[in-house]
C-alpha cells in the first residue's frame, strides 16, 4: 500500500508510518519486510511494500524497525537486487546467515521525507488517516481511522463515535481531499451513511 489515487484508490502494497514514541524519532515510512536470510553471507530476501521495488538499489541507508518493540537500526546498504517478486539486500555489519536471521520479520524503513513523491490526485495512506469527513452540505461524518482494501476500490473506515462508515474511495463519491487542511469532502449516495456499524 504504497500510495491511492482518486481513480479507485487503489493500494497495490502495503505500508506503514511510525506513531513512533521513541523520544521524537523521524515518522517512518516501511518500504520493505525482511522474509528470511538469502545464502550464508548475510544478505537478506525482502518483500518490498512498495510499488517501486527497484529503489532499493538507489538507497545509501534504511532503518530496520522491530515495529512491536520500536527499536530502530540505521544500516547501510551495501548492495540491493530485484529478485523475482523480492529484492536481496546486503546490509553492512550482517556478513553471517547467523548475523541476518534475527532480522527477520523486522521492516525496512525510510523516514518520511524520503517517501517517493506521487503524481497529482494521489495520496500516501497516512496522509488520508486522520482526515475529518464531510458531506458536500457540511454534515460532520467522522475521521478516517483506517484505509481497507478491496477488490474493486478501497473502504475508507470513518468512525464517529461508536459509529463506523464505510466509505467507497471512488471520486463519484470522494469529491474532494485537502491532505493541507486534513479534510476530505463525499457525496455519499442515498442510505450509504445510515449502513453505519
Known sequence: MDRCALD??????????????????PRLVVIGEIARPHGLRGELRVN????HPERFGALEECVVWDRPRDERQVRRIRAARVHGTQVL???????????????????????ESEALPLAPGWFYPWQITGARVVTE??????????????????????KDGAREHLIPAV????????????????????GLLDLAQ
Open 137 to 158: 452540505d457540511g454534515r460532520e461524518v467522522g475521521a478516517v481511522v483506517r484505509i481497507d482494501p478491496s477488490p474493486g476500490h478501497d473502504l475508507w473506515v470513518v
Open 48 to 51: 518490498p511494500l512498495t510499488d
Open 171 to 190: 471520486p463519484e463519491i470522494v469529491v474532494d481531499v485537502d491532505i493541507a487542511s486534513g479534510r476530505v469532502v463525499i457525496r455519499p449516495p442515498d
Open 89 to 111: 539486500v546486503s546490509l553492512a555489519g550482517i556478513d553471517s546467515i547467523e548475523a541476518a536471521q534475527p532480522l527477520v520479520g523486522r521492516l525496512m524503513a525510510v523516514p
Open 8 to 25: 479507485g484508490f487503489h493500494e497495490p502494497r502495503r505500508s506503514a508510518v511510525s506513531e513512533s514514541t521513541n523520544g521524537g524519532a
